[in-house]
């Protein structure tokens, strides 16, 4: 089998992070955002993986191709040279995903849940249509494109009603999906939307199922989704790989993954849903809640950092507090004593007055 990631562009979202990195290398639960997927396609038994870029190709490259051999599976890349939305990237790897009359999964790379690529390929095979679109619950469906389905026959799509006024529905798009070989037919080359162009063909000729999604969804493409997401994650962890979380005498709480090379004092009190990543250093007293903290950063004695990202080699300086969806980029400082409350700090600067509205720091 074969998938297609939609890696995209320039990650503006979760800036100031994708200065550094793309954002497909990002570190989520300690492992880079994009290897999560990798290694669900590759469980499910996907042997040919296409990386949909059009910013910073080289970066990726050097770092994903290593993965190949760990994980028994060929990683090629269809580099866009103008951005081609969400179809398009289908069309420039239509020699791959064409290479055998199997189906395809295509996912955006900012998805993560727990991958149920295996079962929606069993679903998919079993209605025998063309397209599968994963599906998950959402509470308030008004902010989405809903799926109504059709009535007569389960799990068959009959419409898309965008942001609807009223309740038609609770199912929304996930960002997942299988499809035929044969979709790539009705895309042309050019940039243009799955979602808004290809699907409705397929709705129109019956064609399109969608399939359930179980357990936790989130878009993680900006910094407020992000820590929900590694919230939602580290619980998913703690319900089925408990021995990968910490029990430390420090873990208040409980959801906290840390690597183990970090250093982490004693007395510090960590949790709940905190990830913390290689060469980390938390010192005596400190305080982390519901935060992200990247390789090689400090955090200082008696700080206080909660709903942090706290990017690589950034350091918290004591007693300082960050709170409110702060995101450090790389090598940011910020000075003892200091209060930060939502800002978003570009790489290489350092914070020594207090800020206490959001804002974004040049």
Sequence with gaps: MKGLILVGGYGTRLRPLTLTLPKPLVEF???????????ALASAGVTDIVLAVNYRPEVMVSTLKKYEEEYGVSITFSVEEEPLGTAGPLKLAEKVLKKDSSPFFVLNSDVICEYPFKELADFHKA????????????????????????????????????????????????????????????IEMRPTSIEKETFPQLVEKRQLYSFDLEGYWMDIGQPKDFLSGTCLYLTSLAKNHPEKLSNEKFVHGGNVLIDPTAKIHPSASIGPNVTIGPNVK??????????????????????????????????????????????????VEVKNEIYVNGAKVLPHKSISSNVEKESIIM
Excluded at 29 to 39: A, C, K, T, V
């Design 29 to 39: 639960g300690n492992r880079p955002m994009i290897l999560h997927q990798i290694e």
């Design 127 to 186: 209605h025998g249509a063309q397209g599968t679109i994963v599906a998950t619950k959402v509470d308030e469906p008004s902010k989405y494109g809903v799926i109504v389905h059709d009535r007569d026959t389960p799990n068959l799509i009959d419409r898309f009603v965008e942001k609807p006024v009223e309740f038609v529905g609770n199912r929304i798009n996930a960002g997942l999906y299988i499809l035929n070989p044969e979709v790539i037919d009705l």
């Design 282 to 331: 938390v010192g005596e007293g400190a305080r982390i809640q519901r935060s992200v903290l990247l390789a090689n950063s400090e955090v200082k004695d008696h700080a206080w950092v909660k709903s942090t990202i706290v990017g690589w080699n950034s350091r918290i300086g004591k007693w300082a507090r960050t709170e409110g969806v702060t995101v450090l980029g790389d090598d």
